[in-house]
């Protein structure tokens, strides 16, 4: 009998646990949740997240793309002007660490006009930050170059 009363109890115990850690509202959208001490910079079109971090100490900043399952896929660690290319024989994705005035980054790859999504800066100070996934390309004579404009649409960064 004491058995009895001891599994109940310890039954009872756990389903008010498993109860209190259920979330009230199951409609809710999850937050995303990115490496720790990172902060989301933007959502690309193919669902791809970028996360942005930047040291007090160094001064560095550090980016990582990640699949929408939480994947890392790419990452960048710089003080900026700098561009990561996560295959420079076979690039299929581009992350840009650039100067705090920079607002839009423009690739143009091999022909096409490609605009890459710009993160959100931690500060104003900040550099900025930009990702790109590229679309299924052929190499041709035209090559690439990249430009990054501030406001006012004045190139401040270049490849």
Same mark, same amino acid.
């Given at each position: 009998?004491?058995?009895? /009363?001891?599994?109940?109890?310890?039954?009872?115990?756990?389903?008010?646990?498993?109860?209190?850690? /259920?979330?009230?509202?199951?409609?809710? *959208? /999850?937050?995303?949740?990115?490496?720790?001490?990172?902060?989301?910079?933007?959502?690309?079109?193919?669902?791809?997240?970028?996360?942005?971090?930047?040291? #007090?100490?160094?001064?560095?900043?550090?980016?990582?793309?990640?699949?929408?399952?939480?994947?890392?896929?790419?990452?960048?660690?710089?003080?900026?002007?700098?561009?990561?290319?996560?295959? *420079?024989?076979?690039?299929?994705?581009?992350?840009?660490?650039?100067? *705090?005035?920079?607002?839009?980054?423009?690739? $143009?790859?091999?022909?096409? $006009?490609?605009?890459?999504?710009?993160?959100?800066?931690?500060?104003?100070?900040?550099? $900025?930050?930009?990702?790109?996934?590229? #679309?299924?390309?052929?190499?041709?004579?035209?090559?690439?170059?990249?430009?990054?404009?501030?406001?006012?649409?004045?190139?401040?960064?270049?490849?």
């Amino acid at each position: 009998m004491r058995r009895t /009363a001891l599994r109940a109890a310890a039954l009872i115990a756990a389903s008010l646990v498993l109860v209190g850690c /259920a979330s009230g509202d199951p409609e809710a *959208p /999850a937050e995303a949740q990115g490496p720790n001490g990172y902060e989301l910079a933007a959502t690309l079109d193919d669902g791809s997240e970028l996360w942005s971090d930047r040291s #007090p100490e160094s001064g560095l900043t550090d980016l990582i793309l990640e699949t929408p399952e939480g994947r890392m896929i790419h990452s960048c660690l710089g003080s900026g002007p700098l561009m990561c290319w996560d295959d *420079p024989l076979e690039p299929a994705m581009l992350l840009v660490i650039g100067p *705090p005035e920079g607002t839009t980054a423009t690739l $143009s790859w091999y022909g096409e $006009s490609l605009p890459l999504t710009a993160g959100e800066r931690e500060a104003d100070d900040a550099p $900025s930050v930009f990702a790109l996934v590229l #679309p299924d390309y052929e190499a041709n004579d035209q090559g690439w170059r990249l430009e990054v404009t501030d406001a006012s649409g004045a190139v401040v960064m270049t490849s």
